[in-house]
């Protein structure tokens, strides 16, 4: 008997077993949790929060480049305004994403999964201040 079927007949005492390429069983030991826990948020507020996101990832891009252009250039003043509605504008869009996010987080539902069933979580009331 070779070392590799000694060792799957040790592994016969798992609870199921699968027969192999060789016909020899192989011990399957699956576990699962007793329950899970799923955060279900707005699909339209997500959307909204990953639009804002991108949106200042665009603006702040276009910023840190209007500042490089505006390092480079002799006449700086269009250069230095447009910079300036840039970042307030990647700044805003941040901010807005932020508030979007903690407004999102507050109304989100947290269901607790178990394998007999599912059942909603009471959370506790957060205050955003």
Do not use: C
């Not at 000694?6 to 005492?13: F, N, R």
């Not at 798992?14 to 949790?33: D, E, K, M, Y």
């Not at 955060?39 to 276009?62: G, H, I, P, R, T």
């Amino acid at each position: 008997m070779s070392e590799e079927q000694k060792h799957v007949e040790d592994a016969g005492d798992a609870p199921s077993t699968v027969q192999g390429l060789n016909s020899a069983p192989f011990g399957v030991n699956i576990s699962f949790p007793e329950s899970v826990v799923i955060k279900m948020v707005d699909a339209s507020a997500l959307d909204d929060y990953e639009n804002l996101l991108f949106f200042s990832a665009f603006f702040f891009s276009a910023f840190v480049g209007f500042v490089i252009a505006t390092i480079q250039a002799r006449d700086t003043t269009p250069w230095a305004i447009m910079s300036i509605v840039l970042a307030a504008a990647a700044g805003g869009s941040l901010r807005w994403a932020w508030r979007k996010r903690a407004t999102m987080k507050a109304r989100s539902k947290e269901f607790k999964v178990k394998m007999s069933g599912i059942e909603e979580v009471k959370a506790a009331p957060t205050s955003n201040a």
